[in-house]
């Protein structure tokens, strides 16, 4: 699913290279639960990134699903977060004018899906994570965990072939984060490769592998299926 | 992403600002409405100044302008009437000519018992009738029979009706022109539009002023040519036969209403494109609002577009959506300055008896200009959001 050849990513600050990530080699395979840890500034956070194509690395390949992604442009890089990658955000990040319903419809309005399939699959989506009853809520009416499972459901809707979440629970009390790990578990039983960004080795017992990050390198593993 | 869903899409975020949205569209709604009013009563005006100079169709007018030796050798020319009877038989034979208008003028006491009023009196033959537009409020106009026996009768204009009879109906009365008594058959509406002036007047047909005035002159002689294409011809001829017949130069020579109307024309082109001008900067002004307005929505949506972005918006995407959407603010605008526009202008017309004209190419170009305001003015700041980094919008607060 995931294949990292000797990425580096570096930013040039006053003339020398800061090196965030060094020399990361890392495969995740279909249908993983992995999470990645590490403190903030161990570089994270641009791993994630670039997992989830939003960034290109320095130099290195990286193989998403099968595609050479390191040196695509914006467009390509567009299409497949949209097409391949669902994503949760610790602040949901959802449209505050929106309806849960509309905010579910998102990324298939940029896939190009019509209007009533759409709403099919986003009413789908939406009873998967437990909110039938709260699809014409705006988010402000919506409680943390109800945001965080729309966002969910919103990742989820286009079928991506990753889930990537960013502190997922980053935002939320200890009872409600454990329900969204339960989702997260669930969707994992059901196939979903998954990737959890955290710095709370709690959540991140969730996870079936762990990948500690520390000054731009990989540390530890434990738990891999490789 | 069809059109359509980028339209809905653009009215659901102007919605979420309603007032912002409203101010920034009176920018293009004034500008727009004071193009449509300036052009609508340009054109209106320039239709009607047409109709006024060029209303009695086809017509050339003949006239006298005595060269520096005439005036030399005879001061007085001026007061003398140009033409003759022999003029006219002259140039009725020249072929394209349907008719001529021949009118004599002179200046007279009008007296009605013991009130006076000066006046001109026009002696005017029966073609004058045909060519003019002549409209009578009361009684009747001169028959033909009138014209030939030279009958003691006269039409009054509406303004020596007020001068003479105070609202009295003056049918049938006897005012007497110089010391003739002459009986009032008929008078003529009031006059309206912009070149119409209200004079005291008193028409007579040509028979009944030569007795009157005991004079067998003819001020002004108008001819009407069978077609439009005609009348160059006719006039130029008319005045070569008319120079010969007196042995004068270049002395008589004819006025082609349709050159005035065409310079009238012009006036007016260059009137409505100097307001019109000034109207275009208020657009461009609006244009400025709408551009500043989006720049501010843009750094207000920044995470909203990061939010697009991680979710698969392409750049293009996000720069379609912003053109769209500040097309959309002033396409509405526009639409709405257009109607505004329009009213105001027939209001305007209606006061000012003054047709007031809307093409559909106005409208069309209307429409068309304000949303090349929009795409225009939305460009840097469309540009600004597709340029946006996802991963530092998505940290914005």
């Given at each position: 699913?995931i294949i990292?050849e000797?990425?580096?990513?570096s930013?040039k600050?006053a003339?020398?290279?800061l090196?965030?990530l060094?020399?990361?080699?890392?495969?995740?395979?279909?249908?993983?639960?992995a999470?990645?840890?590490g403190?903030s500034?161990?570089?994270k956070?641009?791993?994630?990134?670039?997992?989830?194509?939003?960034?290109?690395?320095?130099?290195?390949?990286?193989y998403f699903?099968?595609?050479?992604?390191?040196?695509?442009k914006?467009?390509?890089?567009?299409?497949?977060?949209?097409?391949?990658?669902?994503?949760?955000?610790?602040?949901?990040?959802?449209?505050?004018?929106?309806?849960a319903?509309k905010?579910?419809?998102?990324?298939m309005?940029y896939?190009?899906?019509?209007k009533?399939?759409?709403?099919?699959?986003?009413?789908?989506a939406?009873?998967?994570?437990?909110l039938?009853?709260r699809?014409?809520?705006?988010?402000?009416a919506?409680?943390?965990?109800?945001k965080?499972?729309?966002?969910?459901?919103?990742?989820?809707v286009?079928?991506?072939?990753?889930?990537?979440a960013?502190e997922?629970?980053?935002?939320?009390?200890?009872?409600t984060?454990?329900?969204?790990m339960?989702?997260?578990?669930?969707?994992?039983?059901?196939?979903?490769?998954?990737?959890?960004?955290?710095?709370?080795?709690?959540?991140?017992s969730?996870?079936?592998r762990t990948?500690?990050?520390r000054?731009?390198?990989i540390?530890?593993?434990?738990?891999?299926?490789? | 992403?069809?059109?359509m869903?980028?339209?809905?899409?653009?009215?659901?975020?102007?919605?979420?600002?309603?007032l912002?949205?409203?101010l920034?569209?009176?920018?293009?709604?004034?500008?727009?409405?004071?193009?449509?009013?300036?052009?609508?009563?340009?054109?209106?005006?320039?239709?009607?100044?047409?109709?006024?100079?060029?209303?009695?169709?086809?017509?050339?007018?003949?006239?006298y302008?005595?060269s520096?030796?005439e005036?030399?050798?005879?001061?007085?020319?001026?007061?003398?009437a140009?033409?003759?009877?022999e003029?006219?038989?002259?140039?009725?034979?020249?072929?394209?000519?349907?008719?001529?208008?021949?009118?004599?003028?002179?200046?007279?006491?009008?007296?009605?018992r013991?009130?006076?009023?000066?006046?001109s009196?026009?002696?005017?033959?029966?073609?004058?009738?045909?060519?003019?537009d002549?409209?009578?409020?009361?009684?009747?106009?001169?028959?033909?029979?009138?014209?030939?026996?030279?009958?003691?009768?006269?039409?009054?204009?509406?303004?020596?009706?007020?001068?003479?009879?105070?609202g009295?109906?003056?049918?049938?009365?006897?005012?007497?022109?110089?010391a003739?008594?002459?009986?009032?058959?008929?008078?003529?509406?009031?006059?309206?539009?912009?070149?119409a002036f209200?004079?005291?007047?008193a028409y007579?047909?040509y028979n009944?002023?030569?007795?009157?005035?005991?004079?067998?002159?003819?001020?002004?002689?108008?001819?009407?040519?069978?077609?439009?294409d005609?009348?160059?011809?006719?006039?130029?001829?008319?005045?070569?036969?008319?120079?010969?017949?007196?042995?004068?130069e270049?002395?008589?020579?004819?006025?082609?209403?349709?050159?005035?109307?065409?310079?009238?024309?012009?006036?007016t082109?260059?009137?409505?494109?100097?307001?019109?001008s000034?109207a275009?900067?208020?657009?461009f002004v609006?244009?400025?609002?709408?551009?500043?307005i989006?720049?501010v929505?843009?750094?207000?949506?920044?995470?909203?577009?990061?939010?697009?972005?991680?979710?698969?918006?392409?750049?293009?995407?996000v720069?379609?959506q912003?053109?769209i959407?500040?097309?959309?603010l002033?396409?509405?605008?526009?639409i709405?300055?257009?109607?505004?526009?329009?009213?105001?202008?027939?209001?305007?017309?209606?006061?000012?008896?003054?047709?007031?004209?809307i093409?559909?190419?106005?409208?069309?170009?209307g429409?068309?200009f304000?949303?090349i305001?929009?795409?225009?003015?939305?460009?840097?700041?469309?540009?600004?959001?597709?340029?946006l980094?996802?991963?530092?919008?998505?940290?914005?607060e």
């Amino acid at each position: 699913m995931i294949i990292m050849e000797n990425i580096i990513k570096s930013y040039k600050i006053a003339k020398e290279d800061l090196h965030v990530l060094s020399h990361i080699n890392l495969t995740i395979q279909t249908g993983e639960f992995a999470a990645i840890m590490g403190p903030s500034g161990s570089g994270k956070s641009t791993l994630m990134n670039l997992i989830g194509c939003l960034d290109t690395p320095t130099s290195g390949n990286y193989y998403f699903a099968g595609e050479n992604v390191a040196s695509y442009k914006d467009e390509d890089l567009a299409r497949i977060r949209n097409s391949s990658i669902g994503f949760v955000f610790q602040h949901f990040q959802l449209l505050p004018r929106l309806s849960a319903l509309k905010n579910v419809e998102l990324p298939m309005i940029y896939a190009g899906i019509s209007k009533s399939e759409r709403r099919d699959r986003s009413e789908e989506a939406l009873r998967k994570v437990g909110l039938a009853d709260r699809m014409d809520h705006l988010p402000n009416a919506l409680s943390g965990g109800q945001k965080q499972r729309v966002a969910i459901a919103r990742a989820i809707v286009n079928e991506p072939k990753l889930l990537l979440a960013d502190e997922p629970t980053g935002a939320l009390d200890s009872k409600t984060s454990e329900t969204i790990m339960e989702q997260f578990t669930k969707l994992n039983d059901e196939g979903a490769t998954i990737i959890l960004v955290t710095h709370e080795a709690e959540i991140a017992s969730y996870a079936k592998r762990t990948i500690t990050v520390r000054d731009g390198r990989i540390v530890s593993e434990s738990g891999g299926i490789t | 992403m069809s059109l359509m869903e980028n339209l809905l899409m653009a009215v659901g975020s102007l919605q979420a600002h309603k007032l912002r949205s409203l101010l920034t569209m009176l920018g293009i709604i004034i500008g727009v409405g004071a193009v449509i009013i300036v052009v609508a009563i340009g054109q209106g005006g320039e239709a009607m100044l047409k109709s006024q100079i060029a209303g009695s169709g086809n017509t050339i007018e003949l006239f006298y302008q005595p060269s520096n030796e005439e005036i030399a050798a005879n001061p007085n020319i001026y007061n003398q009437a140009p033409f003759s009877q022999e003029d006219i038989r002259l140039v009725e034979t020249i072929p394209g000519v349907k008719q001529v208008v021949a009118t004599s003028s002179a200046f007279s006491t009008v007296r009605f018992r013991e009130k006076t009023s000066d006046s001109s009196a026009i002696g005017i033959n029966q073609a004058y009738l045909d060519v003019n537009d002549i409209e009578i409020a009361k009684g009747r106009g001169f028959a033909a029979s009138d014209f030939i026996s030279g009958r003691r009768v006269t039409m009054i204009s509406s303004f020596m009706q007020e001068e003479l009879f105070e609202g009295k109906s003056p049918i049938g009365e006897i005012i007497r022109i110089g010391a003739q008594p002459v009986e009032i058959i008929g008078v003529l509406k009031k006059p309206t539009g912009l070149l119409a002036f209200g004079s005291v007047e008193a028409y007579l047909p040509y028979n009944t002023w030569k007795t009157i005035f005991a004079k067998n002159e003819i001020t002004q002689i108008t001819l009407q040519a069978e077609s439009a294409d005609q009348i160059k011809r006719i006039g130029q001829t008319a005045a070569k036969k008319v120079n010969l017949l007196h042995g004068t130069e270049d002395s008589y020579q004819v006025i082609n209403m349709e050159e005035i109307a065409q310079g009238l024309g012009q006036i007016t082109k260059i009137m409505t494109l100097i307001i019109g001008s000034i109207a275009g900067i208020s657009l461009f002004v609006g244009g400025i609002g709408v551009m500043n307005i989006m720049l501010v929505s843009v750094t207000e949506r920044t995470r909203e577009i990061g939010i697009r972005m991680a979710l698969g918006a392409t750049r293009k995407q996000v720069l379609t959506q912003f053109l769209i959407e500040s097309m959309t603010l002033t396409l509405i605008g526009g639409i709405v300055g257009i109607v505004i526009g329009w009213g105001t202008s027939a209001l305007i017309s209606f006061f000012a008896g003054w047709p007031s004209l809307i093409s559909w190419q106005v409208v069309a170009g209307g429409v068309l200009f304000s949303m090349i305001i929009g795409i225009v003015f939305g460009l840097l700041p469309a540009n600004k959001a597709a340029k946006l980094n996802p991963i530092e919008s998505l940290r914005y607060e």
